[in-house]
């Protein structure tokens, strides 16, 4: 697709078309499954300041905590009672775990529970990212979050796109299935911006694709800006299957945070996978990287059985599977 034939869909030049096409690909590969995987936010300590971000370390609004390994450990073994097949290990970037902490919660998840390990846990060392890859992870999650150079140095201040894109390169070249994507509406994101985003991200050939649209939260500098929109978050997910007929793609939490059912709703235009939080209750209403992220409160439990509730309200079957790749070879 061309650059500007992508700017005519993101305007929505044909969304019926747009949105049919991509639930039709996405149902041609994956059939009416969709994936879940368990998210356990274990750390809400981050040294970073992104602009968009409630967890940024200038924010002194927000009750920190962090989960010992054990805990950790506990909700992995959750995850398999509950039957999701892969869980989702996520912090602020909080370099205070070493690599041999996060390394024990990957051999028990991997021995013990026997489930597939994404980590996303942020700007790490690339020799922790072979390190937890020797070990067994499966897969990373780094957002690009955009690759526009300028608005990303704004974004994340200190940070660099040059960097994201080399740790990008290094988990691939790791050997994880590799997860990145973008925040849609971002403050400063044109038009023109998200068209190049989406072909960018496209080109880098993952094997995960997220979209998440902006949300505002009042304690950031971007606190003030506008959310983002959510039929723009569909096209763009749209556009993004249309291009990986074989990506895992998730629906994500921000779009539930805009609109209450906007994540289910984004099983029908291209996404087929979910991820209901794991995160203790205790502790998961602090994980705010947004307002209204993990605002359900809910037992972890009753949390993901209303996702498999979500899954076939919107005509889909919520799946058991690990999920892998089906960009490679290996049968998981
Ligand atoms: N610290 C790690 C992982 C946790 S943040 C990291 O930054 O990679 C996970 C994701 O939350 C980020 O990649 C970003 O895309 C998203 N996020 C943070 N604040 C957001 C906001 N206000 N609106 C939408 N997405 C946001
Ligand atoms: Fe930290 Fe990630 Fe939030 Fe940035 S997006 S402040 S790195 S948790």
Known sequence: MRQDEVMQLLAGADDPGLFSAAEALTRQTFGTEIYLRGVIEFSNYCQNNCRYCGLRLANQNVHRYRMDVTDIVACVRLARELSLGTVVIQSGDDFTYSREDIGRIITEAKTDAGV????????????????????????????????????????????????????????????????????????????????????????????????????????????????????????????????????????????????????????????????????????????????????????????VEATRQAIRRVGHEPSTAIGGSKRRCHHV
């Open 116 to 303: 597939a390990v994404t980590l996303s846990l942020g700007d790490r060392p690339e020799s922790d990212f072979t390190y937890w890859r020797e070990l067994g992870a499966d897969r990373y999650l780094l957002k690009i979050e955009t690759f526009d150079a300028a608005l990303y140095a704004k974004a994340r201040p200190g940070l660099t796109l040059a960097d994201r894109l080399r740790r990008v390169e290094a988990l691939r070249e790791a050997g994880f299935e590799v997860g990145s994507g973008i925040i849609t509406d971002l403050p400063g994101m044109t038009p023109e911006i998200l068209a190049h985003d989406l072909l960018r991200l496209s080109d880098l050939d993952l094997d995960m694709l997220a979209v998440g649209p902006f949300v505002p939260h009042p304690e950031t500098p971007y606190g003030q800006e506008p959310a983002g929109s959510i039929l723009t978050a569909f096209r763009a997910m749209a556009i993004l299957r249309l291009l990986n007929p074989l990506a895992n793609i998730p629906s994500t939490s921000a779009l539930n945070a805009l609109r209450d059912g906007a994540r289910e709703q984004g099983l029908t235009v291209g996404a087929n996978v979910i991820m209901p939080s794991l995160t203790p209750e205790t502790v998961s209403s602090d994980y705010a990287i947004y307002p209204g992220k993990n605002a359900l409160r809910a037992d972890a439990r009753a949390r």
